[in-house]
């Protein structure tokens, strides 16, 4: 027999996992460069580390997705954060759990981990 | 958790186009690459856009592959899946432009749709529950058996304005209040739902079945709780195995959740269903044939009154509806009465999914707010006629309804607009016709179907349907006079007139259509002995035009008869006595030479 909390706890489940159908195109996206050089550099853990994180908070109008090559080889793997309206933010030499402090900071936060952008590497 | 979902389509169009084999090769490939953790499959109903499947979409990117082939499979994961790379060549093409890939809301067949009926259908998988719950699924129904008192739920459905969509267009909320009020101290009523779809051309109740079978049962629910009933039947036609199948698990999850059965959401509320198949009679329909047949006895109707609200399954106060009707509910409890009403037009409210078929780009299904006018779903949403023919009508209704000429393509598409002009909504099937169609023929075609479905229990249906016909076959033969066109005419009204239910009350409205909007067809075929469009057989004649025959001896050696001779390099002629215009010589001709008046 279900009850209405029943029902709502299988709701809430579900949504994260249906939302990522939603398309919509005033939301942020992450980015994860893919190709060859980001592969080799451990570009799919840091994927799935995002992409599960996104999913397991239950975080709305953000699309975890993948590119090829940006071009910056030895920085792989390269993350990009776009949100509409905001600069592009480009993280470098991303882990899994370097992932998980973005989600933390950049994107539930608000605040740019400048530690682990691009800039602070060529300055 | 699932980084990406793929979404194939599991609806009947993109299934007998190998959609399943896809999606048993795509498991497999991901699999082999590594990423069966982190991709998942999802096999949903009708994305709507049937002329290019099957139809593949991938999330979160929503990229839209179509036409997809088995050996497209390797690529799209190796490339797509694993590396993030899109395989422009099989994306859809009107999703492309320049540099970016456009979001599928964009493309001119979804961007003016609307969808509140398939609004899960091509989205969720329909034979898991959990994500119909997930889209809000079973929470009117628990809205209704907490907050609402029945009468509430009508006066909402009242409110909202929804009208019967099997065709009829009868208030919903007026049914079911006729149902809830008529009679007093009933023992036992019944929720029935029309899943008989059988008009030709349409296939919406098919795809919402097989796409969102739980938002059918749960609107069920509803309806039970509103009039008082605890049993409901789903009167589904044989005809359509994947919907049967999706609806029987359906049903099943729902019962084992405790969304039918004793006790609902720990209420007093009872309600379960079943399902019962329909044997292929399109009468069975019609709402008192349909019942009649649920009881066991032969598929007939009945006259009316009494009406089902009062005297319907088993002589119990029913109500009937018909499967879009239901998938509208759950969302007009939730989202409120004024919302669907401030859709629509003043006395059509809400929206239609109409089933494109014919001479058009985008077959398909399109749901589209009411008040859209039909040259918007044909060009804008069909993507127009395909070979740049020219638009000579659309038939709506199926063999209940009429054809629209173009003059009439901008009125706004409503019930009551429709039945202006001869035609009418029908349940939603909407066919195109270009030049190329002889619109006596079409009417020929849907009174050759109602011969055949006429049940036979009534005389004016039986032998008025059968003589119809028989004028037809008399004009496109060329043996008819101006006189009978008018013995037609009077026929139709009496047939209409006189029959005992909507199968013969409705049966000669495509006659009327076309002798109201193409009488000059019709008079073409009697007077002249000519069909304009060329489809006529009995009225064309084959030739070969001299100057353009080379005398290659193709044609000659492409009749199955032998009717055309001649000699190499000299032109060829057709002995019109032999041939049997099969058309064959047309097709083999590279010149152009042979034509057919």
Partial sequence: MKSLEELAAIRNKMQNQVNLRSEDSSCTRIVVGMATCGIAAGARPVLKAFSDGIQEKGIKDVMVTQTGCVGLCQYEPIVEVMAPGKEKVTYIKMTAEKAAEVIEHHIIGGEVLTKYTINSAIQ | MYRSQ??????????????????????EEIELNGLAGEVKVVRTGCFGLCALGPIMIVYPEGTFYSMVKLEDIPEIVSEH??????????????????NEIKSLNETNFYKKQHRIALRNCGVINPENIDEYIGMDGYRALGKVLTEMTPDEVIQVVLDSGLRGRGGGGFPTGKKWQLARNLVKDADQKYVCCNADEGDPGAFMDRSVLEGDPHVVIEAMAIAGYAIGATQGYIYIRAEYPIAVQRLQIAIDQAREYGLLGKNIFGTDFCFDLDIRLGAGAFVCGEETALMTSIEGNRGEPRPRPPFPAESGLFKKPTVLNNVETYANIPQIILNGAEWFASMGTEKSKGTKVFALGGKIHNTGLVEIPMGTTLREVIYEIGGGIPNGKKFKAAQTGGPSGGCIPAEHLDIPIDYDNLIAIGSMMGSGGLIVMDEDNCMVDIAKFFLQFTVDESCGKCTPCRLGTKRLYEMLEKITSGNAAMEDLDKMEKLCYYIKNNSLCGLGQTAPNPVLSTLRYFKDEY???????KCPAGVCQDLLTYKIIDLKCKGCTACARGCPVGAISGTVKQPHVIDTNKCIKCGACITKCKFGAIIKE
Avoid at chain 2, 7 to 27: F, V, Y
Avoid at chain 2, 523 to 529: E, L, P, Q, R
């Fill in chain 2, 81 to 98: 899946l694993l590396k993030g790379r899109v395989v422009t060549r099989l994306v859809y093409d009107e999703t492309l432009a320049e």
């Fill in chain 2, 523 to 529: 008079i073409a075929h009697v007077k002249d002995k």
């Fill in chain 2, 6 to 27: 793929v979404l194939i389509c599991g609806g009947t169009g993109c299934t007998s186009s190998g959609s399943d084999k896809i999606a048993k090769k795509l498991e």
